[in-house]
Nanobody
Framework: QVQLVESGGGLVQAGGSLRLSCAAS????????MGWFRQAPGKEREFVAA?????????YYADSVKGRFTLSRDNAKNTVYLQMNSLKPEDTAVYYC???????????????????????WGQGTQVTVSS
């Protein structure tokens, strides 16, 4: 069983920055595609960003965060980081980290943008952006 623990959420003014971290347990972290999703009050959970397994050479972003958010991974620390810059009030949500373990719900080479294809989830961290 893989455990994911998010941290780094909080309250920030519009235009500010936060860095979310997601630490994973276990020895197979480098084999997981990793993703971030978010859910705002009254809305469905939506894709934010994903990074490929292993060296994390490829990242994918929702159009709403492209150019503002950066996803990276450190396999030595079993951790992924979501750097969020130029935050907007509409970024307010609970942010969830997720892992897609082999056999992948998506593909071997491309992480999924669909939440149901991820196997493990963190408990979420609240991000609130004030205007």
């Amino acid at each position: 069983q893989v455990q994911l623990v998010e941290s780094g959420g909080g309250l920030v003014q519009a235009g500010g920055s936060l860095r979310l971290s997601c630490a994973a347990s276990g020895r197979s972290f480098s084999s997981y595609h990793m993703g971030w999703f978010r859910q705002a009050p009254g809305k469905e959970r939506e894709f934010v960003a994903a990074i490929t397994r292993s060296d994390g050479m490829v990242t994918y972003y929702a159009d709403s965060v492209k150019g503002r958010f950066t996803l990276s991974r450190d396999n030595a620390k079993n951790t992924v980081y979501l750097q969020m810059n130029s935050l907007k009030p509409e970024d307010t949500a609970v942010y969830y980290c997720a892992a897609d373990a082999p056999p992948y719900g998506g593909s071997w080479f491309v992480p999924s943008m669909l939440d149901y294809q991820y196997d493990y989830w963190g408990q979420g961290t609240q991000v609130t952006v004030s205007s």
